[in-house]
């Protein structure tokens, strides 16, 4: 068995990591290109994945600049907020996430969720999984919206893992500039103790740029069309910071090789 770290405390992203709401995103993106003939494609949404609402969305018309003029980025993000609206309550968890999550609370290790998501969303996104997923992070939930990350410090920027750290777990994990010199050799112990969940490219490179460990789960389509370090704002997998490890899904983690209580048997 691998030796890891051992883990004190864990950080989950939720789109596409705890729930298949990356679902809807698609679907409902495509509903509104399909009337101009148009298609968001996996290697268009592969740059998409983790950035803020309107960044992504700006990006994602990016690509299609022969829109028509009434679709507008404005235009745009109203039409799909409506018809997302509509899909969240039908949002599910994904294979192993309930089970991982309850497990984790049970046994009394400290968690949160650290989402990119607006707060409104998320709410929409979690009521009907309270019982079964969401009640057990007890309200320890940081948005993209909830005035504790400052503008344009989104993922991949490491800002949204340590604030929920500190703010949701009181870890001492200090401050948020990802090149802090200040930062002391006792913080980044702290940081180390840290466990990252993600599935998005962005966030797995914020959670390792937070010095936490990082387990990535991508969508097999992401790891297929792989990306590219160029102007359209892709990434290359060859040279973003590296995962600790990479996994198909949730049900593949074995919280033991971190120093987290097995599942029962």
Known sequence: MTTRPKIEYVLFDMDGLLIDSERVYTDVTNHILARYGKEM??????????????????????????????????AYLTERRALQDALWPTVRPLPGAARLVRHLHAHGVPIAVATGSQRRNFEQKSAHLMDELFGAFGGKVVCADDGLIRPGRGKPCPDVFLVTARTCLGRAVGELEEDDLEV????????????????????????????????????????????????????????V??????????????????????YDS
């Open 241 to 262: 910071e590296q995962p600790d490890q990479t996994l198909k899904s949730l049900e593949e983690f074995k919280p033991e090789e971190w120093g987290l209580p097995p």
């Open 184 to 239: 002391t050799e006792e913080q980044r112990v702290e940081r180390r103790k840290g466990l990252v969940f993600e599935d998005a490219i962005p966030g797995m490179q914020a959670g390792k740029r937070a010095g936490m460990n990082v387990v990535w789960i991508p969508d097999p389509n992401l790891v297929a069309v792989g990306t590219n370090d160029n102007a359209d704002g892709t990434t290359s997998l060859s040279t």
């Open 41 to 74: 494609t996996w290697d268009i949404k592969a740059g998409l994945m983790g950035k803020p609402e309107r960044e992504a969305a700006a990006h994602l018309l990016s690509f299609f600049p022969d829109l028509p003029p009434e679709m507008t980025l404005d």
